[in-house]
């Protein structure tokens, strides 16, 4: 099965940019759908972004208004999430995760919906 390690988390100030990498092994993670997750202490972990197997046009939270990009780089079989104009807001240990199974048109948004998770990488932005 597919194992999903996160890094490239960090402390930032307002309106700096990180890029959280996702890298994968035990599979190809092309062949999986893969989304970004996130959750800050005593809420929901919410979904961020993410992009469908094999590719597509990647799909984005009501909440990320054009400041994150979700991309795949199929030869390090990896994902990553580039995160700009953070804001305080924005902090929260972000997951990666895949899953197999129904194909959906896009991409599901529930944590529910995805079986493989990585640890976690915290994400903290300073006003």
């Known amino acids: 099965q597919v194992r999903l390690v996160e890094s490239g988390g960090g402390l930032v100030q307002a309106g700096d940019s990180l890029r959280l990498s996702c890298a994968a092994s035990?599979?190809?993670?092309?062949?999986?759908?893969v989304a970004w997750f996130r959750q800050a202490p005593g809420k929901e972990r919410e979904f961020v972004g993410g992009?469908?197997?094999?590719?597509?046009?990647?799909e984005y939270g009501d909440f990320v208004k054009g400041r994150f990009t979700v991309s795949r780089d199929n030869a390090k079989n990896a994902v990553y999430l580039q995160m700009n104009s953070l804001k305080p807001e924005d902090t929260a240990v972000y997951y990666c995760?895949?899953?197999?199974?129904?194909?959906?048109?896009?991409?599901?948004?529930?944590?529910?919906?995805?079986?493989?998770w990585g640890q976690g990488t915290q994400v903290t932005v300073s006003s």
């Open positions: 995760a895949a899953r197999t199974g129904t194909y959906y048109s896009t991409l599901p948004r529930s944590r529910l919906m995805y079986a493989y």
């Open positions: 035990g599979g190809t993670l092309n062949l999986y759908p």
């Open positions: 992009v469908g197997r094999g590719g597509g046009l990647p």
